[in-house]
C-alpha cells in the first residue's frame, strides 16, 4: 500500500470531536442523515488504503485477500464485523450491496408454493413492495396488505399486533415488514410481532411456517437491539446510511436453519463448496448459509471490506450512546414543530415507538416547497416519496441542538 494516514485524533464520548471525524459542510444543517451516510475518517481511510493498494498491483492484492488462505479472506473480517453487531455468528451474514438487494435475494431464495401468500404492510417503501410484488409473480403466490395503524401519531402496539394476528391466514407464508416507517418514522417492536408470529407457527407444520422478514435499514445504527435476538427470520439493511458505511454496501443476517430454506440467486465467490462442485462435475452440498447467498461477481471490494471500520467506529462511540443521542435530537425537532399551530407532526413523540425520521406538514405549504425553503436557508430536508408526502428531518449523531433551532426558526417563519 502506498498511502499512509496518520492516526486523527478521536475521543468517542466527545460529541465535537465525533462529529471533526466528517467532512460534512459546516454551513450547512444536515437534517437529512438517515439517507446517505457521510463517512467518517476511519471508514474514508481504509477505501483509500484498499484503493491504493489495489492501483499498485491488483491482481495480487484481490487473490491475497479474496482467494488465498481463509484467514486472509478481508470479507470474513466484515461479516464477524456485523455479526458482533446484530449479536449472531459471522456465517450468518451475507454482504450485499444494499437493503434492495438483500431484500430480492430473500424473496426470490424463498421457495412459494402456488396458493401461498405474502402477507405485508401499507407502509413499505417501494423497493421492499417490488420485490415481493415479482417474487408471488414468479410463483404464483399472492400478496395482501394491511394497516398497521390508521394515525401514526397515535401509534398503538397492541393494536398493531392484533392487526397482525387478525390478518395471518393458514395460506400466509411470509409476514414482511420495515423496522422504522421511512413515510412516518414509527418504529414497530420487532421482538412483540416475532413473538406473536411464533404462537400462530406453533401448531403450523414446518413447511406452513409463516417465515418473519424485516426492512431494518432505518433502524439499523439507530436503535441498541441485537437483531439476532428479536426473532425474526431475516433481517436486510443497507450499511450506508446509519451505520456510516462505504456507499454500495449492505448486510443480510437469517439464522441458520432460515439460511437452509433459501436457494442462492447469484453464484457466489466467498464459499469453495459451490466452486468445488462445479470443477467435479457434481451439485453443491448445502446447506445454505450466510456466505453462499453473499452475491459474486467482482464488488468494490474497497468498499465492502471497509464496512468494518464503520461498525467499529459506532461500537468505539457505544450503541446506546448513538440512540440516546438520535433519540434526544429528534425529539428536540418533535417537541419544537409540536408547539406550532400550523405544523402537524405526524411521528410519535415518544422516542421508544421512533428513531430517526419526523415527519411533517406546514399550513398552506406543499412539502417539497419547505424543503426548497430549508435549503435556502442552509438546512438539508427532504420530503417522503410516498403517495401522500410529508416532510422529513433526521437529526443523527453529528447534529447539536443549533442545528435543530436553525431548522425549527425556518418552520415558524411560515406560520
Known sequence: MTQEFAPRSFVPDDWRSVRAQFLLDPDLAHLSNFYFASNPAPVREAIARYRDAFDVNPYNFLDDNMFARDEDMLWRGACAAAARYVGGRPEEIALTSSTTMGLALIYNGVTLERGQEVLTTTHEFYPHYEAMRLACEKHGASMREIPLYESARDFSADEMIARIRAAVRPNTRVFSVAWVHSGTGVRVPIAQIAAALAEVNRDREEADRVLFVVDGVHGFGVVDEDVASTGCDFFSAGTHKWILGPRGT??????????????????????????????????????????????????????????????????????????????????????????????????????????????????????????????????????????????????????????????????????
Open 250 to 415: 449492505g448486510i443480510l443476517w437469517a439464522k441458520p436453519e432460515a439460511w437452509a430454506l433459501l436457494r442462492p440467486t447469484i453464484p457466489s465467490l466467498m464459499v469453495r463448496e459451490p466452486a468445488d462442485a462445479w470443477r467435479q462435475h457434481r451439485a453443491p452440498e448445502g446447506p445454505t448459509a450466510g456466505p453462499w447467498m453473499s452475491p459474486g461477481g467482482f464488488f468494490s471490494y474497497e468498499h465492502q471490506w471497509a464496512v468494518t471500520e464503520a461498525f467499529e467506529f459506532i461500537q468505539r462511540i457505544g450503541r446506546k450512546r448513538v440512540q440516546d443521542r438520535i433519540a434526544e435530537m429528534n425529539s428536540l425537532i418533535k417537541e419544537g414543530l409540536d408547539e406550532m399551530e400550523h405544523v402537524t407532526l405526524h411521528t410519535p413523540l415518544d422516542p421508544e415507538l421512533t428513531a430517526g425520521i419526523v415527519c411533517f406538514d406546514v399550513r398552506g405549504h406543499r412539502p417539497m416547497e419547505v424543503v426548497k425553503i430549508f435549503r435556502d436557508n442552509g438546512v438539508v430536508a427532504s420530503a417522503t416519496p410516498y403517495a401522500v408526502s410529508h416532510v422529513r428531518l433526521s437529526a443523527g449523531i453529528v447534529n447539536f441542538p443549533e442545528d435543530v433551532d436553525r431548522a425549527l426558526r425556518v418552520v415558524r417563519s411560515l406560520g
